[in-house]
């Protein structure tokens, strides 16, 4: 059974920063593409940044501000976020297409951890 761990989320200040982490474990083979999403109540998820072998990916609305990196040695995705604004406010979540060794290519999500930006 594959799992993913998301840290990092709470409470700051406009203009603030948090560092998001999400840890997948289990019997991995080999991890695709890793991704941050956001959603807020009332609207659908979004995709806020990717990572894979072809580079990185971000929404408009947070080009800039956000940066999206892997630690593949250990399953590893972080969003370094800085310049929070108001609107950044939702409950992040990580997810990531990878291949188990029971079952094959599975598309897997975290709980998800709530950032709240305060003006």
């Known amino acids: 059974q594959v799992q993913l761990v998301e840290s990092g989320g709470g409470l700051v200040e406009v203009g603030g920063s948090l560092r998001l982490s999400c840890e997948a474990s289990g019997n991995i083979f080999t991890v695709n593409t890793m991704d941050w999403y956001r959603q807020v109540p009332g609207k659908q998820r979004e995709l806020v940044a990717r990572i894979n072998t072809y580079g990185t990916t971000y929404a408009d609305s947070v080009k800039g501000r956000f940066t999206i990196s892997r630690d593949n040695a250990n399953n590893s995705v972080y969003l370094q976020m800085s310049s929070l604004k108001v609107e950044d406010t939702a409950v992040y979540y990580c997810?990531?297409?990878?291949?188990?060794?029971?079952?094959?290519?599975?598309?897997?999500w975290g709980q998800g951890t709530q950032v709240t930006v305060s003006p």
């Open positions: 997810h990531a297409d990878l291949y188990t060794v029971e079952d094959g290519l599975l598309s897997s």
